[in-house]
């Protein structure tokens, strides 16, 4: 059974920084290229990053490029997302997702098939 779970979120002054973790199982992580999207309230899904299983390439949404960083620790079935500088914008809930279909340039979570619950990041003063 395929099973995504994220942790890491909280509450996270402008500026700060958060490092999100994603725990997978059920499947090969090395096989399959991973990634986050995120959701706020009242919006439509938005890709974040995607990290290639096959030559270690990673793609960024603009919005978050130079700011968040990607990474897999394959041995440990582990994804993380570093989180610096945030903006309130990036409020939202972030799902760490397999990307069956692979990643795409614009981090698209149609390449999605199977998504964790998600875990709550906001940003506030």
């Known amino acids: 059974q395929v099973q995504l779970v994220e942790s890491g979120g909280g509450l996270v002054q402008p500026g700060g920084s958060l490092r999100l973790s994603c725990a997978t199982s059920?499947?090969?992580?090395?096989?399959?290229?991973i990634g986050w999207f995120r959701q706020a309230p009242g919006k439509e899904p938005e890709g974040v990053s995607c990290?290639?299983?096959?030559?270690?390439?990673?793609y960024y949404a603009d919005s978050v490029k130079g700011r968040f960083t990607i990474s897999r620790d394959n041995a440990k079935n582990t994804v993380y997302l570093q989180m610096n500088s945030l903006k309130p914008e990036d409020t939202a809930r972030y799902h760490c997702?397999?990307?069956?279909?692979?990643?795409?340039?614009?981090?698209?979570?149609?390449?999605?098939?199977?998504w964790g619950r998600g875990t709550q990041v906001t940003v506030s003063s």
């Open positions: 059920g499947f090969l992580l090395d096989t399959y290229d």
């Open positions: 990290a290639s299983s096959s030559d270690g390439s990673t």
């Open positions: 997702a397999r990307a069956f279909y692979g990643c795409s340039a614009d981090v698209s979570p149609a390449q999605n098939d199977y």
